[in-house]
């Protein structure tokens, strides 16, 4: 695939890259892999995406820090990526699906102009949460960083709270 093929162009150009996973899944590709930088591992996770369509709009995001230098990365809308998170979620429900949503509600991203049209989901994602048996702390704990981990002890009722903040005339 692309990806392959540019990591063995960047080994070829004296870059060590070392690729932990490379695979194509049930909705489209996944990678982790380590880039080796000046004694450095720094891990990088690729997952694309091939459930649906999408609008072919793409927003350009300026991405710096203070390792490597200033990169930009092509992503779909904020909006379109948050309506495919609520698809996973209402139709997988996996801990990850879950963790996404408090993320994107802490966030204050357009999570409400998304659902502006569809009312009822924030009552089905709260229904679908209440009859969760998913031990989030065992099944995240291992992805998240440690400032993260106490959230997960009752990470149902930080967002069962969460989502009635963000949506309290819709639960009530």
């Known amino acids: 695939n692309s990806i392959q093929t540019a990591l063995l162009d960047m080994e070829r150009e004296g870059h060590r890259i070392h690729i932990l996973e490379s695979k194509k899944t049930s909705g489209g590709y996944l990678a982790k892999i380590n880039f080796l930088f000046t004694g450095f ?29 200033a990169y930009t990365i092509l992503h779909l809308p904020q909006q379109e990526l948050i309506q495919e998170k609520i698809d996973c979620l209402l139709s997988r429900a996996k801990p990850r699906d879950y963790f996404d949503l408090y993320f994107i509600l802490r966030r204050r991203l357009s999570f409400q102009e998304v659902l502006g049209r569809h009312k009822a989901i924030p009552k089905k994602i709260f229904e679908q949460l209440q ?35 963000t949506f309290p005339s819709e639960l009530a």
Do not use: C, M, W
């Open 131 to 165: 009859k969760t048996k998913i031990n989030f702390s065992a099944e995240l704990k291992q992805f998240l960083p440690l400032h993260l981990h106490p959230l997960l002890k009752d990470f149902a009722a930080v967002l069962k709270k969460e989502l009635k903040q």
């Open 41 to 69: 591992s720094v891990p990088v996770k690729i997952e694309v995406s091939q459930r649906k369509k999408h609008s072919q709009q793409y927003e350009q995001t300026l991405v710096s820090n203070d390792f490597i230098p």
